[in-house]
């Protein structure tokens, strides 16, 4: 069974640093592309970042581009989103989400965790 | 950047009903077009890929169709579980964007 468990979500500051992690399990981790999407309260699904199996290509949104890093380390099953300059707009559930089993980060997004709460205030 | 379009934005229908619900590109994406419901307070979940391909496990109930710019999601009958909310999103180019959402509700 498939399982993706996010985790390092919280309360932060406004300028401050974050680091998210997912653990995966139940499927061949190192094979898959890996992304980050969120979704702030009421709002709908906004594509954060991609990273292929190899972690050497990587893309990010506009948005985010500057401030964030996706890095995956493939024999801990782990993808990791390091996020800095946080801002109020940055609030949102963030989920850790399995792409398709290519070689590039442009996928379809399989499978879904259950998604990290990240809140920046002051 | 490619833009995705959905609409309606909100319907109202009844267990039973056939609904469809369509999704509009801003270029081309030949059929690089999936298909996810979101139930309130749950994680997306893939019901199609590739404008037409039913993700396994996914009740046949569930169909799309298209390609290039105009795409579509039908729900043959329409079952309690489905009142949910409804993205399209293409797998094209960086970076991946999602329809706005389609909110099915009970009438």
């Known amino acids: 069974e498939v399982e993706l468990v996010e985790s390092g979500g919280g309360l932060i500051q406004p300028g401050r640093s974050l680091r998210l992690s997912c653990v995966a399990s139940g499927f061949s981790f190192p094979d898959n592309a890996m992304h980050w999407v969120r979704q702030a309260p009421g709002k709908g699904l906004e594509w954060v970042s991609g990273?292929?199996?190899?972690?050497?290509?990587?893309a990010y949104a506009d948005s985010v581009r500057g401030r964030f890093t996706i890095s995956r380390d493939n024999a801990k099953n782990s993808l990791y989103l390091q996020m800095n300059s946080l801002r109020a707009e940055d609030t949102a559930l963030y989920f850790c989400?399995?792409?398709?089993?290519?070689?590039?980060?442009?996928?379809?997004?399989?499978?879904w965790g259950q998604g990290a709460p990240v809140t920046v205030s002051s | 950047d490619i833009q995705m379009t959905q609409s309606p934005s909100s319907l109202s229908a009844s267990v039973g009903d056939r609904v469809t619900i369509t999704c509009r590109a801003s270029q081309s994406i030949r059929t690089s077009l999936n298909w996810y419901r979101q139930k309130s307070g749950k994680a997306p979940k893939l019901l199609i890929f590739g404008a037409s391909n039913l993700q396994s496990g996914v009740p046949s109930r569930f169909s799309g169709s298209g390609s290039g710019t105009d795409f579509t999601l039908t729900i043959s009958s329409l079952q309690p579980e489905d009142f949910a909310t409804y993205y399209c999103q293409q797998s094209s180019s960086t970076p991946l964007t999602f329809g706005g959402g389609t909110k099915v509700e009970i009438k």
């Open positions: 989400v399995k792409g398709s089993r290519v070689t590039t980060v442009v996928t379809r997004f399989d499978f």
């Open positions: 990273i292929s199996w190899t972690g050497g290509i990587t």
